[in-house]
C-alpha cells in the first residue's frame, strides 16, 4: 500500500476539537507566564542522578532506535510505501547549529564547560520541544503496519521517553530556568499549531501546512534559547568589579 503523505489530517469536528484543545493549552501557558517570577537556575542532578539519567537517555535513545528499524521492516514486510518528501529537515538542521552558537555566547561568562554543557543540552531539546505534542497529535494518524496500535506504540513509546528525557538532561546546565519569555514563546507555539489545526494539522506537502511546520519548528528552538536569558541585558555591557570575580571563580 502506497501512501502520498505519512498522515492524515484531522477532519471535520475532531479538527475543532484539537484547535480547542490547543487554544486552551495557550490560555494556560499565557495565563502562567504573566504570573510567573523570575525562576532560579537548575539543581544539578548529582553525581548518581546525573549517571541514572545519562544511562536511561541513552538506553531510550537506543529503544527508539531498535524500534524504528522494527517498524521499518514491518512496513517493507507488509507492502507499505510513502512518496512524500519532508521539507522541514534543513530547517531543523540550520535552526539547531544557530541554537547552539546562540546559548553558547548566552552562557560563555559563566565558564567554558557550563557554556558547552549548556549548549549541547539546550540544542537536544530544542527539537523535541515541538516534536513532543507533535507527536501526541499525529500518533494516531499515521499509518503503521499491522496490527496498527501495537506498532504505534512500539514506536511512539520510546519516542516520547526520548523527548522527556532531553528535557530533564537541561537540569545539567547550572544557567538555565524558567522565564517570562519561555511560556510566551511556548504559548506562541501552541497558537501557530491551532491554527494548522484549524485547517486539519496536514502533512506539510502544501505550502500553508509547510508553513505552519517551519514556523512552529523555529519558534521551538526560541523557546530552548529562552531558557537561557537570564542575563541577557548584561550581554553587551562589561562586568561590574563586584561581578568580575565572581565571573572569575566559575
Given at each position: 500500500?502506497?501512501?502520498d503523505?505519512?498522515?492524515?489530517?484531522y477532519?471535520g469536528?475532531s479538527?475543532?476539537?484539537?484547535a480547542g484543545?490547543?487554544?486552551?493549552?495557550?490560555v494556560?501557558?499565557?495565563?502562567v507566564?504573566?504570573?510567573?517570577r523570575q525562576?532560579?537556575p537548575a539543581?544539578?542532578?548529582g553525581?548518581?542522578?546525573?549517571t541514572?539519567?545519562?544511562?536511561?537517555?541513552v538506553?531510550?535513545?537506543l529503544t527508539?532506535t531498535?524500534?524504528?528499524?522494527t517498524?521499518g521492516?514491518?512496513d517493507?514486510?507488509?507492502?507499505i510505501?510513502?512518496t512524500?518528501?519532508?521539507?522541514?529537515?534543513p530547517?531543523?538542521?540550520?535552526?539547531a547549529?544557530?541554537?547552539?552558537f546562540?546559548i553558547?555566547?548566552l552562557?560563555?561568562?559563566?565558564?567554558a564547560?557550563t557554556a558547552?554543557?549548556?549548549?549541547?543540552?539546550?540544542?537536544i531539546a530544542?527539537?523535541?520541544?515541538?516534536?513532543?505534542p507533535?507527536?501526541?497529535?499525529?500518533m494516531?494518524?499515521?499509518f503503521?503496519p499491522?496490527?496498527?496500535?501495537l506498532?504505534?506504540?512500539?514506536?511512539?513509546f520510546?519516542?516520547?521517553?526520548?523527548?522527556?528525557?532531553?528535557?530533564a538532561?537541561?537540569?545539567?546546565?547550572q544557567?538555565?530556568?524558567l522565564?517570562?519569555?519561555?511560556?510566551?514563546?511556548?504559548?506562541?507555539?501552541?497558537?501557530?499549531?491551532?491554527?494548522?489545526?484549524?485547517?486539519g494539522?496536514?502533512?506539510?506537502?502544501?505550502?500553508?501546512?509547510?508553513?505552519m511546520?517551519?514556523?512552529?519548528?523555529?519558534?521551538?528552538f526560541?523557546?530552548?534559547?529562552?531558557?537561557?536569558l537570564r542575563?541577557?541585558?548584561?550581554l553587551?555591557?562589561?562586568a561590574?568589579p563586584?561581578e568580575a570575580?565572581?565571573?572569575?571563580?566559575?
Amino acid at each position: 500500500m502506497t501512501h502520498d503523505v505519512n498522515w492524515s489530517p484531522y477532519t471535520g469536528s475532531s479538527s475543532s476539537i484539537l484547535a480547542g484543545v490547543l487554544l486552551l493549552a495557550i490560555v494556560v501557558l499565557t495565563y502562567v507566564g504573566v504570573r510567573f517570577r523570575q525562576g532560579r537556575p537548575a539543581k544539578g542532578p548529582g553525581m548518581f542522578l546525573g549517571t541514572l539519567l545519562i544511562i536511561s537517555f541513552v538506553l531510550a535513545l537506543l529503544t527508539f532506535t531498535i524500534a524504528s528499524v522494527t517498524y521499518g521492516l514491518a512496513d517493507v514486510k507488509q507492502g507499505i510505501h510513502f512518496t512524500s518528501k519532508n521539507p522541514i529537515t534543513p530547517v531543523t538542521m540550520i535552526s539547531a547549529i544557530i541554537t547552539f552558537f546562540v546559548i553558547l555566547y548566552l552562557t560563555h561568562k559563566s565558564g567554558a564547560r557550563t557554556a558547552i554543557v549548556s549548549a549541547i543540552v539546550g540544542t537536544i531539546a530544542a527539537p523535541l520541544i515541538f516534536e513532543l505534542p507533535f507527536d501526541l497529535i499525529v500518533m494516531w494518524h499515521t499509518f503503521p503496519p499491522s496490527p496498527p496500535t501495537l506498532y504505534t506504540l512500539l514506536y511512539f513509546f520510546p519516542l516520547l521517553l526520548v523527548e522527556i528525557l532531553s528535557f530533564a538532561l537541561l537540569t545539567f546546565s547550572q544557567v538555565m530556568q524558567l522565564s517570562k519569555s519561555t511560556f510566551f514563546l511556548l504559548a506562541g507555539m501552541f497558537f501557530i499549531f491551532a491554527v494548522w489545526a484549524l485547517t486539519g494539522f496536514a502533512y506539510p506537502s502544501t505550502p500553508f501546512p509547510i508553513a505552519m511546520n517551519m514556523l512552529s519548528k523555529v519558534v521551538a528552538f526560541a523557546v530552548a534559547i529562552s531558557l537561557f536569558l537570564r542575563d541577557w541585558k548584561k550581554l553587551f555591557l562589561p562586568a561590574s568589579p563586584r561581578e568580575a570575580p565572581q565571573e572569575r571563580s566559575l
